[in-house]
T-cell receptor
Framework: GAVVSQHPSRVICKSGTSVKIECRSL??????MFWYRQFPKQSLMLMAT?????????EQGVEKDKFLINHASLTLSTLTVTSAHPEDSSFYIC???????????FGSGTRLTVV | DAKTTQPNSMESNEEEPVHLPCNHS???????IHWYRQLPSQGPEYVIH???SNVNNRMASLAIAEDRKSSTLILHRATLRDAAVYYC??????????????FGQGTILTVHP
């Protein structure tokens, strides 16, 4: 089936540094990908929509300068958390839709811990 | 966005059927009913979706009420691997919100051996 690969699966970084998370569609092209964030014991919240070749669209309340999204190819979107702080610690998940398959496919998620 | 309402939690015994309800009284004509599930520390997994008619696939069945204001996800024989949070989500077929999934709190399904 459709596979979305997300790396790294977990990362620990120091406060003030930046972290890049990659999301790849392995067997299909994705002009649009979505980035979600999930805090412990809470549901997923959409952060932004990543569009290949154009600027990402951010949901209300999400700082675009802090969460940089790049979608340079039809199979890769990256989310960079800049100047990370402990409150950015969360589970980040990407998703995309293979037009030839049902539903949306999600990556396995990235557990970010900022210390 | 149209919202869904699900019970916070449900329990089942292994190898018994499970019926997970979802209310979506404000559903619009172009909203598809999607179900996803999420195991701990993993991304959600697509389960099934439908528009008006009942749907079956290898994972589950989806029963949609005639007025489309509610639906039920049916797991025919629960296994321990089915223990997860199940999300019922309305996905609009068009417009600017296409593809944006709004997750509610979902139903935590516990399966007892």
């Amino acid at each position: 089936g459709a596979v979305v690969s997300q790396h790294p699966s977990r990362v620990i970084c120091k406060s003030g540094t930046s972290v890049k998370i990659e999301c790849r569609s392995l067997d299909f092209q994705a002009t649009t990908m979505f980035w979600y964030r999930q805090f412990p014991k809470q549901s997923l919240m959409l952060m932004a929509t990543s569009n290949e070749g154009s600027k990402a669209t951010y949901e209300q309340g999400v700082e675009k300068d802090k969460f940089l999204i790049n979608h340079a190819s039809l199979t890769l979107s990256t989310l960079t958390v800049t100047s990370a702080h402990p409150e950015d610690s969360s589970f980040y998940i990407c998703s995309a839709r293979d037009p030839f398959r049902s539903g949306y496919t999600f990556g396995s998620g990235t557990r970010l811990t900022v210390v | 966005d149209a919202k869904t309402t699900q019970p916070n939690s449900m329990e089942s015994n292994e190898e018994e059927p499970v019926h997970l309800p979802c209310n979506h009284s404000t559903i619009s004509g172009t909203d598809y009913i999607h179900w996803y599930r999420q195991l701990p520390s993993q991304g959600p997994e697509y389960v099934i979706h439908g528009l008006t008619s009942n749907v079956n696939n290898r994972m589950a069945s989806l029963a949609i009420a005639e007025d489309r204001k509610s639906s039920t996800l049916i797991l025919h024989r629960a296994t321990l691997r089915d223990a997860a949070v199940y999300y019922c989500i309305l996905v609009n077929a068009g417009g600017t919100s296409y593809g944006k999934l709004t997750f509610g709190q979902g139903t935590i399904l516990t399966v007892h051996p």
